[in-house]
């Protein structure tokens, strides 16, 4: 059988290799081509990251496995690659961090790392937690403490352990806190490295490293000495800073609310005070007018006062009845309401109990206006009940239901003509610019309109115009088609006249001659050199 | 070293339930107001309206109550944002297309669906993510299913824990809180609290 070696062979026209990188198995040129390309890639970073071969043949594996699963489509090589090295930086454990690689590549880490987390999903490889401690040694290297480098390591391991069991490094970048453990340690062997030199060589922030030392400040552990700190270990664990935040945070909102509502409560008391207040002075000023006129002014104020009070008391309880009645009114409509939603009886019965006395008043003025005297029981009803309704149907026609719109509301959020002018006025010159292309292009349009030549489209890929093939068999149509995709040279055009005859499956290569006579069009070097390499596999593909 | 521990299954014990409620911070919704809109005509007679053809090919429309932003395109199609509740979202939809109507556009409302539902809560203990990361691609190895856990402080400071059933994704923090996003309904965010308290419990920090 004739096999089409389309995307092969377009493959190895882009990168011409001679010789090395290629497969018996031609039907997968082009994924050579990638695995090839990759390994050199990978090769050439990981050398630069100073990766073991091991390292490096792991990474490649890695690279192999997301090839086969097509992870290389549509991300730059480079992303992929870098988080393969990464992989296997985190699987063996070397202190390489994502940082290092986003610098050589000079890619952005967060892009670098999507890739990555993308790619340790896809393979199910399970990258291990990055442990801190890993990267003490590397730092401390950096930071050129000489003969005590051993020491001043060991101190920074110590606190770093000590950091851990106060869960002050889950969800924080590791190198941070190995900066400040290192901070720490060198200041207690009497180096003084100062915040600039370990960041300059931790790659963090001067505000996050001051802030672990904050953190690291807060915890029981910085009150011991030097010596205590070597030998002793402390029972208690702190929590994480983040969750102390949290708690402190809640504390002052419920502090806040017990305090609004203390206020409430006092303002409250007062007004009650003020209205009583007021009542009192309102009903002094008439009943003095009237009855106690004749009296002198000061006798009266006291006889005032305490006729006031008498008469206060039954008209206090008469509005305390009145108050009651009217809230036992209030009181029906919600237990109306609770019937409705179906909510506890308990707090009804309740609430009735504690408002039950014999309203006075009504015995004065009648029966109070109720719910059901003034007849809209049924509209209270079908209020409540309307909430309960499913508010999600959609009318047939998709008409927008304007119920529970202000319409005034929504006439406030459009603007009147001058207004409507002043914006439009800056609006054109905010985006001058934007217009002036837009005008430009729709001239450019219309004068290719005019000319006729407009396409409808101009995408950025000009599509070729091909013209339409003639031809008086199918086995010529196919050699035409072939000539034009430029990929003539390589098919054995005797195989294909015989495939409408159910010819035979052996290919026979006439390479230089099918070449010379069937190539009018231009043939590039590059394709030329392709034919010349292929010519051994093929025929080992026709001994077959 | 930590203590050796039995692959964890996250399945809810039918036991307690957690007795904390996940409250809804944001809800994403689009709606087809189906017809062709001239957004120069909107962006300059609407008072809460921005439009940058060069940025962005839609009109930028907000409004005070509910508090939400809309995203209004030529083609008619709208986006409507941070609502709080499926109802807020619907009724600020609604005044969205009447702003749109008022205009002169012949708007209506047709297809309204809620495409993402966030929600937090706080569990109140901390919680050990480097426990939880290795359990749960522990127990996920065995399985063959995708890992669906992440934890990479170097990139970001939650853990991603992404559930199968109901399709949620969770972002836990050391602090106990928890973020929910990707649901469709309120359910499903209930749901996945539940499912996930359990599990959280298991690594809370032991006081």
């Known amino acids: ?544 | 070293p930590l203590t050796p521990m039995t692959p964890m299954t996250p399945v809810t014990p039918a036991s307690e339930s957690s007795g904390i409620v996940p409250q809804l911070q944001n809800i994403v919704s689009t709606v087809n107001l189906a017809c062709k809109l001239d957004l120069k005509n909107i962006a300059l007679h609407a008072r809460n309206a921005e439009y940058n053809p060069k940025r962005f090919a839609a009109v930028i429309m907000r409004i005070r109550e509910p508090r939400t932003t809309a995203l209004i395109f030529s083609s008619g199609k709208m986006v409507c944002t941070g609502a709080k509740s499926e109802e807020q979202s619907r009724l600020a939809a609604r005044k969205y297309a009447r702003v749109v109507q008022k205009l002169g556009f012949p708007a209506k409302f047709l297809d309204f669906k809620i495409q993402n539902m966030v929600g937090s809560c706080d569990v109140r203990f901390p919680i050990r993510l480097e426990g939880l990361v290795l359990t749960h691609q522990q127990f996920s190895r065995d399985v063959e299913v995708r890992v669906t856990t992440a934890y990479e402080p170097e990139l970001f400071p939650g853990l991603i824990y992404r559930m199968v059933k109901p399709r949620i994704v969770l972002l836990i923090f050391v602090s106990g809180k928890v973020v929910l996003t990707g649901a469709k309904e309120r359910s499903e965010i209930y749901e996945a609290f539940e499912n996930i308290y359990p599990i959280l419990k298991g690594f809370k920090k032991a006081s």
Not at chain 1, 205 to 221: G, I
């Open chain 1, 1 to 544: 059988s004739v096999v089409f070696f389309f995307s092969s062979l377009i493959g190895a026209g882009k990168t011409p290799t001679l010789g090395g990188g290629f497969h018996a198995n031609l039907g997968k040129e082009s994924r050579a081509q990638t695995l090839q390309n990759g390994k050199r890639q990978i090769h050439h970073l990981g050398n630069q990251l100073q990766l073991n071969q091991h390292c490096l043949d792991t990474a490649f594996n890695f690279f192999k496995m997301a090839v086969s699963k097509h992870l290389t489509r549509g991300r730059k090589m480079t992303h992929v690659i870098a988080a393969c090295l990464y992989l296997v930086c985190r699987t063996e454990g070397t202190p390489h961090m994502l940082l290092d690689l986003s610098d050589l590549l000079q890619v952005n880490v967060y892009v670098l790392g999507k890739t990555f987390l993308l790619l340790a999903r896809e393979l199910c490889i399970n990258a291990p937690a990055i442990d801190p401690c890993l990267y003490i040694p590397r730092f401390a290297h950096m930071l050129e403490f000489g003969d005590k480098n051993h020491e001043v390591s060991m101190t920074a391991l110590r606190l770093l352990q000590r950091m851990k069991r106060d869960w002050m490094h889950t969800g924080r970048r590791p190198s941070g806190l190995c900066g400040a453990a290192l901070l720490v340690a060198a200041r207690m062997h009497d180096f003084r490295r100062t915040v600039k030199e370990v960041i300059r060589v931790v790659k963090v922030c001067e505000s996050t490293l001051r802030k672990r030392l904050t953190e690291f400040e807060d915890t029981p552990t910085s009150q011991l000495t030097i010596d205590e700190f070597m030998k002793i270990d402390l029972e208690e664990e702190c929590d994480p800073p983040s969750f102390t935040a949290g708690q402190k945070k809640l504390k002052i909102q419920q502090l806040e609310k017990a305090l609004s509502k203390k206020l409430e409560d006092f303002e409250g008391e007062i007004s009650s005070y003020q209205d009583e207040i007021e009542i009192e002075l309102e009903n002094s000023r008439p009943k003095a007018k009237g009855v106690f006129a004749n009296f002198t002014k000061d006798d009266s104020i006291e006889d005032n006062t305490s006729s006031i009070l008498g008469e206060e008391e039954a008209e206090d309880e008469e509005l305390e009845a009145a108050a009651n009645h009217l809230n036992k009114d209030f009181c029906n409509e919600l237990h109306e309401k609770d019937r409705v939603k179906k909510n506890e009886d308990g707090e009804c019965k309740n609430g009735n109990e504690a408002l039950v006395r014999p309203p006075a008043l009504e015995s004065l003025l009648g029966p109070l206006p109720t719910a059901a005297s003034l007849g809209i029981t049924e509209s209270i009803k079908e209020c409540i009940s309307t909430k309960d309704q499913e508010p999600g149907e959609n009318t047939g026609d998709g008409e927008l239901d304007l119920s529970g719109i202000d319409d005034s509301e929504i006439d406030r959020y459009i603007l009147n003509e001058t207004e409507a002018q002043i914006k439009a006025e800056l609006w054109m010159k905010e985006n001058a610019d934007y217009l002036k292309e837009q005008k430009e292009k729709e001239a450019r349009i219309a004068k290719e309109k005019e000319l006729g030549i407009y396409k409808e489209h101009k995408p950025k890929k000009s599509a070729k115009k091909r013209e339409p093939i003639q031809a008086s068999t199918a086995g010529e149509a196919i050699e035409k088609m072939l000539e034009q995709k430029k990929i003539s040279s390589k098919i054995n055009y005797n195989v294909l006249r015989d495939l409408n005859s159910k010819g035979s499956n052996t290919p026979k290569k006439e390479d230089d001659s099918t070449d010379d006579s069937t190539n009018t069009k231009k043939l590039s070097r590059r394709k030329s050199i392709a034919s010349r390499n292929i010519a051994n596999p093929v025929n080992s593909v026709g001994k077959r």
